[in-house]
């Protein structure tokens, strides 16, 4: 499963220039690791970083014009940032196997004279087979929608043999992702697989009260966005791995404190309601009378159990409405499915709960600050040598933050 090694994301907001892990521009860096945390204090960009995936995500499902209208963001003009007139970028620097060559995917979004949002540029780019050095040689190459394009596996592999396979092209909407429109022919199936890598990111925008819906019946493969249909899943779970399911839903329901088992109940209007039996009572509690952190335990686990999970899971302060004594267990259940083996996703976190980050080493952690210029800054915490050493003599690295001993000095 592909995995992302670094990111970078320029002019977005907060975000004028931040760099996470390695990028092949900037090889001295340390690649991200499975399961990486981003921590900091309120307001210095944690929400703007996870939003930042999120457009990228969106530009390919929808266009770049919609991507920056939606989701209460205001606009291009509102997500640049402020006093800077440069294109909005982000770069991926990513592999889709671990012993693969890496690909880069760089995109540029700006304004039009008439100031709408556009597709500036975007490239993607991997070294040839056998090339340790030099610039990786690019397979899409766009600029405004025009552009030209690498077909096959093997294009541009030798070098002097480029010309065999490039094609000259031209999209007929520059607010497009040219990878949205290439990456569906069959011909150009790296880009393919890069469309349907960022097309499988899962960005987590779960609330209890959707999952306290009453959905029509009918098993679902996956848990959507919101968490609306968590009883579908459920449903297909039971229908699909019924061998294995009962195992699951009884691992899941020993980490919620209180809940014995867990089940699905059809109505005779054929609506799907969770139910959760602790024990206590004959009759069991319905999701619609389920604490909020009991809701959000179950969804995240029930994610963690996808027996084809994304690529990409990015999720937000998952430590809200829950106990603290649960963030600790919670962490390192994401780790122990973050392994960055095959089938294993890649899991992304913003927190600012000490107690997750005490589960966490120095190297899944990047600190987030605000700088000298209102900007946002970013470093690793494996930098930071006295809290590599302390965490080394056993103590934890949430009590260390809440010390502020991650702080700038």
Avoid at 224 to 242: A, C, S, T, W, Y
Wanted: aromatic content about 10%; hydrophobic content about 35%.
């Amino acid at each position: 499963m592909a995995v992302i090694e670094g990111f970078r994301v320029q002019n977005y907001r907060a975000l004028r220039d931040v760099t996470l892990g390695k990028l092949s521009s900037q090889q001295s860096g340390e690649p991200l690791t499975p399961f990486t945390v981003v921590i900091g204090k309120n307001g210095v960009g944690k929400s703007t970083l996870f939003d930042a995936f999120g457009f990228v995500a969106d530009c390919l499902s929808a266009d770049v014009e919609t991507a920056c209208d939606m989701k209460q963001r205001g606009g291009f003009d509102r997500l640049r940032s402020m006093g800077k007139d440069e294109a909005i970028r982000f770069e991926i620097y990513y592999r889709e196997a671990p012993k693969e060559r890496p690909i880069t995917y760089e995109l540029s979004i700006s304004v039009d004279e008439s100031g709408r949002p556009f597709v500036e540029s975007e490239v993607l780019k991997q070294r040839r087979k056998g090339q340790k050095h030099g610039r990786p040689y690019p397979f899409l190459r766009l600029s405004r929608g025009k552009g030209t394009v690498w077909a096959g596996e093997e294009a541009v592999e030798v070098e002097g043999e480029e010309d065999r396979a490039l094609t000259s092209v031209e999209l007929t909407d520059n607010r497009q992702l040219g990878v949205a429109t290439l990456g569906t022919l069959k011909e150009h199936p790296r880009i393919k697989r890069f469309r349907d890598f960022l097309k499988g990111w899962y960005l987590s925008y779960f609330y209890p009260d959707a999952a306290r819906s009453l959905p029509s019946a009918g098993p679902q493969r996956h848990l959507n966005i919101h968490g609306d249909n968590i009883g579908n899943v459920v449903q297909f779970m039971e229908r699909e791995h019924k061998s294995r399911f009962k195992g699951i839903l009884q691992q899941i329901a020993a980490k919620i404190p209180g809940i014995d088992s867990i089940d699905t109940l059809e109505t005779e209007d054929k609506r799907v309601l969770l139910r959760f039996n602790d024990g206590a009572f004959g009759d069991p509690f319905f999701a619609q009378q389920m604490s909020d952190g009991t809701l959000k335990v179950f969804a995240y686990l029930l994610l963690l159990e996808d027996p084809d999970p994304p690529p990409f899971i990015c999720i937000e302060e998952p430590e809200n409405g829950l106990y603290h004594k649960l963030l600790e267990a919670l962490a390192q259940e994401f780790r122990l499915r973050a392994t960055g083996k095959k089938n294993s996703p890649q899991i992304f976190v913003t927190t600012h709960q000490p107690y997750f980050v005490d589960a966490l080493t120095p190297e899944e952690v990047w600190l987030l600050e605000k700088g000298s210029d209102g900007y946002s800054i970013i470093r690793r915490v494996s930098e930071l040598a006295i809290v590599k050493n302390l965490v080394d003599e056993g103590l934890p690295l949430g009590g260390l933050w809440y010390s502020d001993y991650l702080e700038a000095r």
